[in-house]
T-cell receptor, first 112, second 116 residues
Framework: GDSVTQMEGPVTLSEEAFLTINCTYT??????LFWYVQYPGEGLQLLLK?????DKGSNKGFEATYRKETTSFHLEKGSVQVSDSAVYFC???????????FGTGTKLQVIP | GAGVSQSPSNKVTEKGKDVELRCDPI?????LYWYRQRLGQGLEFLIY????????KSGLPSDRFSAERTGESVSTLTIQRTQQEDSAVYLC???FGTGAYKNIQYFGAGTRLSVL
Protein backbone atom coordinates (compact mmCIF):
# COMPACT_ATOMS: atom_id res chain seq x y z
CA GLY A 1 0.00 0.00 0.00
CA ASP A 2 0.90 3.66 -0.07
CA SER A 3 3.21 4.85 2.66
CA VAL A 4 5.36 7.77 3.71
CA THR A 5 8.50 7.55 5.81
CA GLN A 6 10.03 10.65 7.31
CA MET A 7 12.92 11.17 9.66
CA GLU A 8 12.17 10.95 13.31
CA GLY A 9 12.42 13.96 15.52
CA PRO A 10 12.73 15.98 17.41
CA VAL A 11 15.17 18.05 15.40
CA THR A 12 16.79 20.88 17.32
CA LEU A 13 18.61 23.61 15.42
CA SER A 14 20.05 26.99 16.18
CA GLU A 15 18.57 29.99 14.46
CA GLU A 16 19.93 30.54 10.92
CA ALA A 17 21.00 26.88 10.59
CA PHE A 18 20.26 24.84 7.47
CA LEU A 19 17.32 22.47 7.70
CA THR A 20 16.72 19.16 5.97
CA ILE A 21 13.87 16.84 6.87
CA ASN A 22 13.98 13.64 4.86
CA CYS A 23 10.89 12.06 3.36
CA THR A 24 10.58 9.00 1.15
CA TYR A 25 7.44 7.40 -0.17
CA THR A 26 5.95 4.27 -1.67
CA UNK A 27 2.94 4.64 -3.92
CA UNK A 28 1.07 3.05 -6.75
CA UNK A 29 0.58 5.29 -9.70
CA UNK A 30 1.73 8.88 -9.74
CA UNK A 31 1.11 10.60 -6.44
CA UNK A 32 1.05 14.25 -5.55
CA LEU A 33 3.39 15.10 -2.68
CA PHE A 34 2.86 17.56 0.14
CA TRP A 35 4.41 19.05 3.21
CA TYR A 36 1.98 20.15 5.90
CA VAL A 37 2.96 22.10 9.00
CA GLN A 38 1.33 22.20 12.42
CA TYR A 39 2.33 25.17 14.56
CA PRO A 40 1.84 24.86 18.32
CA GLY A 41 -1.83 25.04 19.21
CA GLU A 42 -2.96 25.28 15.59
CA GLY A 43 -4.38 22.94 12.97
CA LEU A 44 -2.43 21.48 10.09
CA GLN A 45 -1.93 23.70 7.08
CA LEU A 46 -0.44 23.09 3.69
CA LEU A 47 3.13 24.35 3.43
CA LEU A 48 3.96 23.33 -0.14
CA LYS A 49 3.19 20.73 -2.78
CA UNK A 50 4.39 19.17 -6.00
CA UNK A 51 2.20 17.28 -8.41
CA UNK A 52 4.68 15.66 -10.78
CA UNK A 53 8.26 14.49 -11.04
CA UNK A 54 10.94 17.21 -10.90
CA ASP A 55 8.45 19.81 -9.67
CA LYS A 56 9.74 22.01 -6.88
CA GLY A 57 7.32 23.27 -4.27
CA SER A 58 8.28 26.34 -2.29
CA ASN A 59 6.77 28.58 0.36
CA LYS A 60 8.03 30.75 3.23
CA GLY A 61 11.63 29.94 2.32
CA PHE A 62 11.02 26.18 2.40
CA GLU A 63 11.59 24.04 -0.68
CA ALA A 64 11.08 20.42 -1.66
CA THR A 65 11.71 18.71 -5.00
CA TYR A 66 9.72 15.71 -6.23
CA ARG A 67 12.37 13.09 -7.02
CA LYS A 68 10.79 10.12 -8.75
CA GLU A 69 14.08 8.26 -9.18
CA THR A 70 14.74 8.23 -5.43
CA THR A 71 11.05 8.40 -4.39
CA SER A 72 11.88 11.31 -2.14
CA PHE A 73 10.51 14.74 -1.26
CA HIS A 74 12.97 16.18 1.25
CA LEU A 75 12.12 19.49 2.90
CA GLU A 76 14.86 22.13 3.05
CA LYS A 77 15.31 25.66 4.31
CA GLY A 78 18.51 27.62 4.14
CA SER A 79 18.14 29.59 7.36
CA VAL A 80 15.59 28.62 9.98
CA GLN A 81 13.95 31.00 12.42
CA VAL A 82 12.49 30.46 15.87
CA SER A 83 9.05 30.96 14.31
CA ASP A 84 9.61 27.82 12.19
CA SER A 85 9.32 25.66 15.30
CA ALA A 86 6.49 23.25 14.50
CA VAL A 87 5.68 19.69 13.49
CA TYR A 88 6.16 18.97 9.79
CA PHE A 89 4.26 16.21 8.02
CA CYS A 90 5.16 14.72 4.66
CA UNK A 91 2.20 13.33 2.74
CA UNK A 92 1.16 11.85 -0.58
CA UNK A 93 -2.14 11.90 -2.39
CA UNK A 94 -3.36 9.42 -4.94
CA UNK A 95 -6.51 8.76 -6.82
CA UNK A 96 -9.16 10.92 -8.30
CA UNK A 97 -10.02 12.53 -4.99
CA UNK A 98 -6.52 12.56 -3.56
CA UNK A 99 -6.84 10.26 -0.58
CA UNK A 100 -3.89 11.44 1.47
CA UNK A 101 -1.42 9.30 3.41
CA PHE A 102 0.59 11.14 6.05
CA GLY A 103 3.95 10.45 7.62
CA THR A 104 4.38 10.40 11.38
CA GLY A 105 5.57 13.99 11.58
CA THR A 106 8.90 15.54 12.54
CA LYS A 107 9.06 18.04 15.34
CA LEU A 108 11.41 20.95 14.71
CA GLN A 109 12.62 23.16 17.52
CA VAL A 110 14.67 26.22 16.65
CA ILE A 111 16.54 27.86 19.48
CA PRO A 112 17.79 31.46 19.48
CA GLY B 1 -17.43 29.80 7.10
CA ALA B 2 -13.89 31.14 7.07
CA GLY B 3 -12.32 27.83 8.01
CA VAL B 4 -13.07 24.27 9.04
CA SER B 5 -14.76 24.29 12.41
CA GLN B 6 -14.78 21.33 14.78
CA SER B 7 -16.65 20.86 18.02
CA PRO B 8 -16.16 20.20 20.80
CA SER B 9 -12.49 21.13 21.03
CA ASN B 10 -12.06 18.77 23.97
CA LYS B 11 -14.15 15.83 25.08
CA VAL B 12 -13.62 13.70 28.16
CA THR B 13 -15.77 10.62 28.45
CA GLU B 14 -15.99 7.40 30.36
CA LYS B 15 -15.20 4.04 28.83
CA GLY B 16 -18.30 2.53 27.27
CA LYS B 17 -20.06 5.83 26.52
CA ASP B 18 -20.91 7.03 23.02
CA VAL B 19 -19.48 10.30 21.68
CA GLU B 20 -20.35 12.44 18.70
CA LEU B 21 -17.88 14.80 17.05
CA ARG B 22 -18.90 17.51 14.64
CA CYS B 23 -17.23 19.09 11.64
CA ASP B 24 -18.33 22.16 9.67
CA PRO B 25 -16.39 22.30 6.40
CA ILE B 26 -15.51 25.39 4.41
CA UNK B 27 -18.46 26.55 2.38
CA UNK B 28 -18.22 25.28 -1.19
CA UNK B 29 -15.92 22.38 -0.35
CA UNK B 30 -17.47 19.17 -1.60
CA UNK B 31 -14.90 16.80 -0.11
CA LEU B 32 -14.60 16.09 3.62
CA TYR B 33 -12.11 13.85 5.43
CA TRP B 34 -11.81 12.53 8.98
CA TYR B 35 -8.43 11.55 10.45
CA ARG B 36 -7.23 10.31 13.81
CA GLN B 37 -3.95 11.42 15.34
CA ARG B 38 -2.76 9.42 18.30
CA LEU B 39 -0.14 10.95 20.57
CA GLY B 40 3.23 10.95 18.87
CA GLN B 41 1.91 9.34 15.70
CA GLY B 42 0.96 10.42 12.23
CA LEU B 43 -2.47 11.02 10.83
CA GLU B 44 -4.59 7.94 10.27
CA PHE B 45 -7.22 8.20 7.54
CA LEU B 46 -10.70 7.26 8.74
CA ILE B 47 -13.33 8.20 6.17
CA TYR B 48 -13.88 10.39 3.11
CA UNK B 49 -17.04 12.01 1.72
CA UNK B 50 -17.35 13.50 -1.76
CA UNK B 51 -20.65 15.11 -2.69
CA UNK B 52 -23.42 12.57 -2.91
CA UNK B 53 -21.14 9.65 -3.74
CA UNK B 54 -20.82 6.66 -1.44
CA UNK B 55 -18.22 7.46 1.24
CA UNK B 56 -14.85 5.71 1.43
CA LYS B 57 -15.02 4.05 4.84
CA SER B 58 -11.89 1.97 4.39
CA GLY B 59 -10.07 3.60 7.30
CA LEU B 60 -12.65 3.10 10.01
CA PRO B 61 -10.96 0.88 12.61
CA SER B 62 -14.05 -0.98 13.80
CA ASP B 63 -17.83 -1.07 13.56
CA ARG B 64 -17.98 1.14 16.64
CA PHE B 65 -17.01 4.02 14.37
CA SER B 66 -19.44 5.61 11.95
CA ALA B 67 -19.81 8.95 10.21
CA GLU B 68 -22.51 10.80 8.38
CA ARG B 69 -22.66 13.81 6.15
CA THR B 70 -25.76 15.40 4.71
CA GLY B 71 -25.05 16.75 1.25
CA GLU B 72 -22.06 19.06 1.30
CA SER B 73 -22.53 20.35 4.82
CA VAL B 74 -21.88 19.27 8.36
CA SER B 75 -20.44 15.85 9.19
CA THR B 76 -20.61 13.93 12.44
CA LEU B 77 -18.27 11.17 13.54
CA THR B 78 -19.78 8.84 16.13
CA ILE B 79 -17.84 6.46 18.31
CA GLN B 80 -19.95 3.95 20.20
CA ARG B 81 -18.91 2.18 23.38
CA THR B 82 -15.67 4.15 23.59
CA GLN B 83 -12.47 2.40 24.62
CA GLN B 84 -9.30 3.88 26.07
CA GLU B 85 -7.46 3.23 22.82
CA ASP B 86 -9.89 5.64 21.12
CA SER B 87 -8.18 8.51 22.95
CA ALA B 88 -6.69 10.74 20.27
CA VAL B 89 -7.15 13.98 18.39
CA TYR B 90 -9.77 13.63 15.67
CA LEU B 91 -9.13 15.94 12.73
CA CYS B 92 -11.49 16.98 9.99
CA UNK B 93 -10.40 18.44 6.67
CA UNK B 94 -12.24 19.69 3.62
CA UNK B 95 -11.27 20.48 0.06
CA PHE B 96 -12.63 21.25 -3.37
CA GLY B 97 -13.46 17.80 -4.66
CA THR B 98 -12.44 18.46 -8.23
CA GLY B 99 -10.34 20.80 -10.28
CA ALA B 100 -6.90 22.23 -9.85
CA TYR B 101 -7.18 22.70 -6.09
CA LYS B 102 -8.76 19.37 -5.24
CA ASN B 103 -5.63 18.11 -3.54
CA ILE B 104 -5.31 20.92 -1.01
CA GLN B 105 -6.92 20.01 2.27
CA TYR B 106 -7.84 22.55 4.92
CA PHE B 107 -7.84 21.24 8.46
CA GLY B 108 -9.83 22.09 11.53
CA ALA B 109 -8.16 22.44 14.92
CA GLY B 110 -9.39 19.00 15.94
CA THR B 111 -11.27 17.44 18.81
CA ARG B 112 -9.13 16.01 21.58
CA LEU B 113 -10.92 12.93 22.92
CA SER B 114 -9.91 11.43 26.24
CA VAL B 115 -11.51 8.17 27.33
CA LEU B 116 -11.09 7.46 31.03
Amino acid sequence: GDSVTQMEGPVTLSEEAFLTINCTYTATGYPSLFWYVQYPGEGLQLLLKATKADDKGSNKGFEATYRKETTSFHLEKGSVQVSDSAVYFCALGVGGYQKVTFGTGTKLQVIP
Amino acid sequence: GAGVSQSPSNKVTEKGKDVELRCDPISGHTALYWYRQRLGQGLEFLIYFQGNSAPDKSGLPSDRFSAERTGESVSTLTIQRTQQEDSAVYLCASSFGTGAYKNIQYFGAGTRLSVL
